[in-house]
């Protein structure tokens, strides 16, 4: 009996609320990406897409990653030095998919003293809307890593290769 009643505790314990989790598969906002990082404003001006810094940095042929900016900066842009940004390595085909331990994105500032943070967002979503080899892609973002760095939209994004 004490079984039976603890199940069915855990199953109700567990359907009730509604946590970050039960939203990851929701769309995300057809908006222009917008939010906060490190608890202040942040709104998507540029964003580039790099399949060679994907596989500097660990990834694998046939990604690309993907940094975007609150300024305008692109791809002849040869050492990018942004206070902040949103980083992502994402497979380049239309797809989506929602963020875990394998794919995630991360919110860069730099503080007060200009020490480097990164918020790893596992909770999320990413949509590839369009990949294509060359011009601008568009790829919609959800990236949640805690209260003060949050963000979510879409961004058109210039493939650098």
Known sequence: MRRILFAAAAVAALSCGSSPQMMMDVPVKQQPLTGKINGTTFTAVSATASGQKAIDTG???????????DSQIDCSTAFPDPTRKVILTVPWQVTSYDFGFSHNATLFYLD???VS???AALVGRAEIITAPDAGTATIRV??????????????QVQVCD
């Open 142 to 155: 959800r990236a949640d890593g805690n209260a003060d760095n949050t963000v979510e939209g879409e961004v």
């Open 117 to 119: 943070q990164n918020i």
């Open 112 to 114: 007060d003293a200009g």
């Open 59 to 69: 990834g694998t042929a046939g990604e690309k990653w993907v940094d975007i900016y």
